[in-house]
């Protein structure tokens, strides 16, 4: 797998047409994400040592609780509805969140750990899943395909040790802002040790270069309020806005 360095933000326009040059086919799209630290894995958070082997207990013990605190949620069985509302709250699922928009992605890059190197990510899942799983298309969660991937983490069946790229439904406007795709792992071995250089490439982000792109996305209107297009984010993001613009009479 392949690994570049990015110096400026004009290098991004310039990444993105080879990018698209060296992993895009006709009418496929790329997709991205943005991390913190250059040396993170592409592994979702539900296998990382604070979460592992831990996954069952997770997903039950929050369809248990969130019954009472929510009328709209998935019925009983609707594996792929339970998980992938469990990965939009915040608990650690085996969904890794991908973006179809670079600036997304950057986004995120660019305001997490923002004194460190971090990484951009480019990902090509048509080609993925032609090379791993041995189809030319992006599985629908509910297709037969993959439900045993979704049911695992819920109850006791098997499944290939493998990833998938998967179409997530719009279910939210966050989904729709953040233009959100998904891989599925059932597996701990993280995708960038599995993908090949046809599939996927990382691009280091400095911290000076995530300033600059803060920046560049702000001048674009890619601010916190807009990524997340919630009342909670829009009260924080103008917290941040006038906490230091003191008035004075």
Known sequence: MEGYSLKTVN???ETLYETNQRLKDDNQSIWWRGQGL???NLLP??????????????TLDFIRKAKTRSQNIPSEGDYPGWLILMQHYGLPTRLLDWS??????????SNDH???TGSLWAYNPYRFNYYENNTESILDPYSPLVS???AQPFTPVSCESKIVAINIPENDLRMLIQQAASTIHATKEPLNKIASDKCLCQYAISSELKKEIKIFLKNL?????????DLDH???ELKEKYKNNAVFT
């Open 100 to 109: 179809e928009s670079i600036l997304v992605a950057l986004y995120f890059v």
């Open 148 to 150: 045993n991937f979704f």
């Open 114 to 116: 923002v004194n460190e």
């Open 45 to 58: 958070s539900v296998y990382r040592p604070e979460f592992l082997n831990h996954e069952n207990c997770l």
């Open 221 to 229: 209107g890619y601010n916190q309020s807009r990524i997340f297009p």
């Open 38 to 40: 250059l040396e993170w």
């Open 11 to 13: 290098d991004l326009f």
């Open 234 to 236: 829009l009260a924080k």
